[in-house]
């Protein structure tokens, strides 16, 4: 199909304004009543922001690709002469392949245009976004229902994409102008928790971003360069073009202001730089225990290191739980929820147990009877196996995580392997959604506190990874280090650890680093690491309070 311009017969279009404004109003309504909150699955559609210039060639195939034979909509309101830029997008989409492109008469009244803009919103598949002043396109929708419209496309699946200032008005907190003194205003909040800024390189646009951000705490800012895209979709940030993208993040009480580049070609994870954000808004240092000492007032904990489950770590979880009687909830969401299964792990299989519960709900849903009602009778809850950064998402800031604590305050038990171990402690290592190599991944940095006062690593000594605490414990000395072998669990009751399995759990704190001479660096080879660790073999126990007793 060739363009259009999107005009209707005159007693239709009365209709249909009415029409349309009506659902414009309930999309501004539903928006204004409900809080927004973090969504640790990213947004459901696609966004593509484009610092201006070229059009990187990665971002047009996938503008083809989401296509998919319905319309794409051109908005050409950022442009000084409106019905210029949108023939200008027309000839470039067409050029690029991209046909049925349509737009609304940027010259109708308003009521007419919001109302066509809104209907062809819903039956389009790709919105662009053309570039000129963002200040003149948030103005010309204001109070439309456009922003609300392009939101449920996003929530249907749509993509949305945009150039220069098109790439500007997707972030709430918009960055309208000005260089010394940028003046900020509202945009469409389509990528929340982000101030996006464009030209970024090329205009030496560093300083004004960082001024706007440092004043709006709890989002990131988002610098991209001419000839460059960032494509989000899902919780996936990825940067392709000629250039790249700078990520701020601003100064709290506890980190100083940083920025990052991310090569084309590079991604980043869009949960972990909204929770490194409103971490920083909260000024709680996640590295400063906040629970107390490394002790249990009630209940027990088994803290796995992760590969087989020796019998007598078994026998030792369920008795805890209460044996023949015991009621246990297994959680198996450290995994991704298309991978979850609800079947019972074998080695509760075997065991002489009257009632398991596998939980498969995350976030909102651990609010429903029948998940709560699992937890509150529990005796036992066992962590399963995983990446550790699944728990955070599917239970931190619900009421699962009080309840979990509740458990041990009825003198029941907690348990876990390998991710389920890590999440026991305070502090959570290796909690990176992009790879589990970073010990201390902003976002990701505070496990559930079942065991306060604690950064617990798994799989250590048969992965070589007594190098890896170090630093966590160097950069905050007032955390216990535990690293816990293969087929080895630590039993904790009160501030005794016991030691029980096929290998043997590894200790350290700051006054183990006492050891080292000053200015020197951590050791980084696996046999002096391991000197400084207290170690205790399978069979024995220790007293928690006794390795930190000296710390500052």
């Excluded at 919780?235 to 993208?245: D, E, Y």
């Excluded at 290191?305 to 198996?332: N, Q, T």
């Excluded at 630093?471 to 005794?496: Q, R, Y």
Aim: charged letters at 20%.
């Amino acid at each position: 199909m060739v363009n259009q311009i999107l005009m209707f017969d005159p007693a239709i279009r009365t209709l249909l304004i009415v029409f349309i404004t009506a659902i414009g109003s309930t999309y501004s309504a539903a928006h204004a009543q409900a809080e927004r909150t973090l969504d640790a699955d990213g947004i459901p559609g696609t966004l593509i922001l484009v610092g201006g210039g070229e059009v990187p060639e990665d971002a047009t195939e996938l503008l083809k690709k989401n296509l998919a034979g319905a319309s794409i909509l051109i908005l050409a309101d950022a442009s000084s002469e409106p019905h210029e830029a949108a023939e200008s997008a027309r000839q470039w989409l067409s050029g690029h392949g991209l046909s049925n492109v349509v737009s609304v008469d940027p010259g109708l009244p308003a009521p007419e245009k919001f109302a066509l803009t809104i209907k062809a919103i819903e039956r389009a598949s790709v919105v662009w976004i053309c570039g000129g002043q963002q200040s003149r396109l948030a103005k010309a929708y204001a109070g439309s229902g456009v922003e609300s419209a392009l939101r449920a496309m996003l929530q249907r699946g749509g993509t949305i994409a945009g150039t220069s200032a098109g790439a500007a008005i997707m972030s709430k907190m918009m960055i309208a102008s000005g260089k010394e003194q940028p003046e900020i205003s509202v945009g469409w909040d389509l990528l929340s928790g982000c101030i996006v800024d464009q030209h970024f390189s090329e205009r030496n646009r560093l300083n004004r971003s960082r001024i706007k951000f440092d004043q709006n705490p709890g989002c990131f800012g988002l610098g991209i360069d001419e000839s460059t895209a960032v494509i989000v979709s899902g919780r996936s940030l990825q940067v392709t073009g000629k250039g790249k993208a700078t990520v701020l993040l601003s100064k709290c009480n506890y980190r100083d202001a940083e920025s990052s580049e991310i090569a084309a070609g590079g991604v980043a994870d869009l949960t972990q730089l909204r929770r490194s954000a409103l971490q920083r808004k909260s000024g709680v240092n996640p590295g400063e225990p906040v629970h107390g000492p490394p002790e249990l007032k009630s209940g027990s904990l088994v803290i796995v290191g992760g590969g087989s489950m020796p019998k007598d770590v078994v026998d030792r979880f369920i008795e805890l739980a209460g044996g023949r009687d015991a009621r246990i909830v297994v959680l198996p969401t450290a995994v991704p929820r298309g991978d979850t299964t609800d079947e019972v792990p074998g080695f509760l299989k075997r065991a002489d147990v009257a009632n398991i519960t596998v939980l498969t709900q995350r976030y909102g849903e651990v609010e429903t009877d029948a998940f709560q009602s699992a937890v509150k009778s529990a005796t036992g809850v066992w962590f399963g196996g995983g990446r550790q950064w699944n728990f955070v998402d599917a239970y931190e800031g619900t009421t699962a995580v009080e309840a979990f604590h509740d458990v041990l305050r009825r003198g029941g038990v907690i348990g876990g392997s390998s991710a389920g171990a890590t999440i026991q402690g305070e502090f959570l290592v290796r909690g990176h959604p992009l790879g589990n190599t970073v010990m201390m991944a902003e976002g990701y940095e505070r496990g559930f506190a079942f065991l306060p006062g604690v950064a617990i690593d798994q799989h250590f000594a048969q992965r070589g990874r007594q190098p890896d605490l170090l630093p966590v414990v160097k950069g905050h000395p007032k955390l216990l280090g535990i690293g816990i072998d293969e087929g080895t669990a630590v039993v904790v009751t009160g501030s005794k650890a016991e030691v029980i399995g096929q290998h043997s759990a590894h200790f350290v704190s700051a006054q183990h680093l006492k050891s080292l001479p000053p200015e020197t660096s951590l050791p980084m080879d696996v046999s002096s690491a391991a000197a400084l660790y207290t170690t205790v073999n399978t069979g024995d126990s220790i007293e928690l309070q006794t390795l930190i007793e000296d710390q500052p």
